[in-house]
């Protein structure tokens, strides 16, 4: 078995796209972690918006000012990438009473699985807690007016006009 690092973190999740809330729970992580490693989830069971390539080079580009943060693509389930990055830790973010329910079962799955890795969650932040992709999603089709502007409040500026461009705004 390999040795897993307690001071590697991986925070994985479909990123379909980024949002500043995930951009928040990525910035905390990889202040409270010599590495950390983002893991975009491949499910060939969705229809994301964003190719895997696409979310990768997105990420990178907004991640790049943060040195010990590191983008991978992955399939099958997170524990085994996790388990694969030699990391100890799996960074979770959560916003609601819902979410928490969620990730306790999740958790608990996970530590079947792999009782060597522990899960850490970090609470969103305020200002992100309503944050989703789907929201984003729907505000980026059904928006009026200067949609580009409204999207500040949720995106990276990197990743609003490629988000336009993929609903055909």
Request: net charge neutral.
């Amino acid at each position: 078995m390999a040795n897993l690092s307690p001071h590697h973190a991986v925070y994985a999740g479909s990123f379909d796209p980024l949002t500043l809330g995930h951009l928040d729970i990525i910035r905390r992580g990889a202040a409270l972690f010599d590495r950390l490693t983002v893991g975009i989830g491949i499910n060939p069971d969705k229809r994301p918006l964003f190719t895997p390539d696409e979310r990768l080079a997105a990420i990178q580009q907004v991640v790049a000012p943060l040195k010990n943060v590191v983008v991978k693509c992955f399939e099958g389930l997170t524990v085994n990438f996790v388990r694969s990055c030699d990391a100890a830790v799996m960074l979770r973010g959560v916003r609601t009473l819902t979410d928490i329910e969620t990730e306790f079962t999740m958790t608990l799955a996970n530590r079947a699985l792999d009782p060597e890795i522990e899960t850490v969650f970090l609470m969103a932040s305020e200002k992100y807690s309503h944050i989703s992709s789907s929201l984003i999603k729907q505000i980026a089709h059904l928006g009026r007016g200067n949609t580009a502007e409204q999207l500040k409040a949720f995106l990276p500026l990197e990743l609003i006009e490629p988000l336009l461009v993929k609903v055909g705004r």
